[in-house]
């Protein structure tokens, strides 16, 4: 056995000397890398409250490019305008959807879920009803 300039120990030929090096390369490479940026996929609701059968539009950002994204509103897919919703080369969308009139009053899930990246967002709609509000007396 012979040890080398930079401490590293090799046998008969260059195969252990090289594992050392690659092991060494791999080893500093991903040390040194940056980590990827994080995707953050994010939709807003207008307006966000509201009674059943109210218009919300909902905006998109953060999806995969080109994708077709769906829109579920207390965990049922919901009819949208477009009825095909394809998000930008840049993963931007804009729709819109009724709430459904059998909603009851509360706070209720809005998710877009991307079809083929499968990256969702989520935002709270809070359904009121027209009505006089329970603490009235």
Known sequence: ????SSGSVFQ???SRYLTV?????VLAFGLLAQPA???T????LSPNVGPPTTKVTVTGAGFGASETVNVYFSAAQVATVPSTITTTSTGTFTA???VPTSALPGKHAVMATGQTSLLSASQYFL???N???SDST
């Open 1 to 4: 056995m012979a040890r080398g």
């Open 12 to 14: 008969r030929g260059r």
């Open 21 to 25: 090096a690659v092991v060494g390369a």
């Open 37 to 39: 940026a994080a995707v």
């Open 41 to 44: 996929t994010s939709i807003t």
């Open 96 to 98: 819109s959807f009724t």
């Open 127 to 129: 359904v009121r009803t």
């Open 131 to 133: 009505g006089p509000s």
